[in-house]
């Protein structure tokens, strides 16, 4: 589908979730403004814990799956959406991971090893005893991991990320 059309999908299930989510964003190839040929949205929530039961309920009429941290289905029949659940000491690194690109998620993992931090239950972990950092925003996980922020439409693999580290490379 078209990013135009994307955008509509998610801005219609967003205005129909926001009610019962603390937090609630569109990721993937839509976030990175992918122009044509996105397969799915992406969406991110952090549900709002006393409307449980109506977020499930609503999530289970378009056939996914809850409570879970990642279902998918169709949604109104226009677009199949993945809906990834957090909290917030997770929305950092499960909203940057989501937003991808594939690669770029992969080369981001591999920069955290690289680091000897760790990417592990939602979170991103480190130190000498390994405890969870905290990183509840994208732009924690980029100062964590020694970046700069990188705008959605430019993670694209490990050169996005060699460019915001400051490691050009030779050509």
Known sequence: MTLSKARMIAD??????????KRIE????????????????????IPEASKLI???GLITSYGGKFPSKYT?????????????TTTPECWGCIYLIRTGSADFSKAIVTRAKRKDLAFLQGRLWGGGDMQALDTPEEADVFKALGLAYIEPPKRIDSKSIAMAAGEFMKV
């Open 12 to 21: 219609d299930f967003i205005a129909e979730f926001s009610p019962l989510c």
């Open 26 to 45: 569109v990721a993937g190839s839509t976030r990175r403004e992918k122009p044509d040929d996105i397969k799915d949205v992406e969406i991110v929530i």
């Open 54 to 56: 109506d977020l499930g």
């Open 72 to 84: 998918s289905f169709w949604y109104n029949g226009r677009a199949k959406i993945d809906l990834f």
